[in-house]
């Protein structure tokens, strides 16, 4: 089985400042790992994946993570945040054995500020 | 349309009354999930399916819930004797194939339960 962990519930960055946000996962098996965004009143979207290969996924609107095997982590990184950004975001992840199951992370709420 | 579409989008009911919830998946898309969303908490998933496969109802929290998929495209979520933990945002989502193995998994905007 596979668990998340989103250690920060609520992040506020004043807005042109990066930021990262955390996202720690546990599994017995090799995983698929996922960033998923929700604006307000919006549904999910998917922002990047992880599959295989290069461990620095680039997604959309300037976001990036990196998948770190040692540290069981997948931080979600932009370099220059802006006020449009704000929003809910969401890590998840997949088992390889069992690859249809997403498990969601509780969220962290990004609020960027003026 | 072309994304998932889900009905009701808010649904206020009496405890103990049954609900139904609708997800209409994007056309052609074989894999069907329905996730809940509780308040401040991440999604938790309730059912999946696959074509004509056996469903993994694995997450559904009691035998109050259940899910049907009519001819591999429309699914419904029916929660019977409602309970106010059952209050809570009901996402449906599609793929083309078995999401997480790099198909893109497609969420509708979700269906508001309120039970008072």
């Known amino acids: 089985a596979q668990s998340v962990t989103q250690l920060d519930s609520q992040v506020p960055v004043f807005e042109e400042a990066p930021v990262e946000l955390r996202c720690n996962y546990s599994s017995s098996v090799s995983v698929y790992l996922f960033w998923y965004v929700q604006y307000p009143n919006q549904g999910l979207q998917l922002l990047l994946k992880?599959?295989?290969?290069?461990?620095l996924v680039k997604g959309i609107n300037g976001f990036e993570a990196e998948f770190n095997k040692s540290q069981t982590s997948f931080h979600l990184r932009k370099p220059s945040v802006h006020i449009s950004d704000t929003a809910e975001y969401f890590c998840a992840v997949s088992g390889m054995d069992s690859s249809y199951k997403l498990i969601f992370g509780s969220g962290t709420r990004l609020l960027v500020r003026p | 349309g072309a994304g998932v579409s889900q009905s009701p989008s808010n649904k206020v009911t009496e405890k103990g009354k049954d609900v139904e919830l609708r997800c209409d998946p994007i056309s052609g898309h074989t894999a069907l999930y329905w996730y809940r969303q509780s308040l401040g908490q991440g999604l938790e998933f309730l059912i999946y399916?696959?074509?004509?496969?056996?469903?993994?109802k694995s997450g559904l929290p009691s035998d109050r819930f259940s899910a049907e998929r009519t001819g591999g495209s429309v699914s419904t979520l029916t929660i019977q004797r409602t309970q106010q933990e059952d209050s809570a945002v009901y996402l449906c989502a599609s793929s083309f194939y078995a999401g997480g193995s790099g198909n893109t998994i497609y969420f509708g905007e979700g269906s508001w339960l309120t039970v008072v």
């Open positions: 399916f696959q074509g004509n496969s056996a469903p993994d």
């Open positions: 992880y599959l295989s290969g290069s461990t």
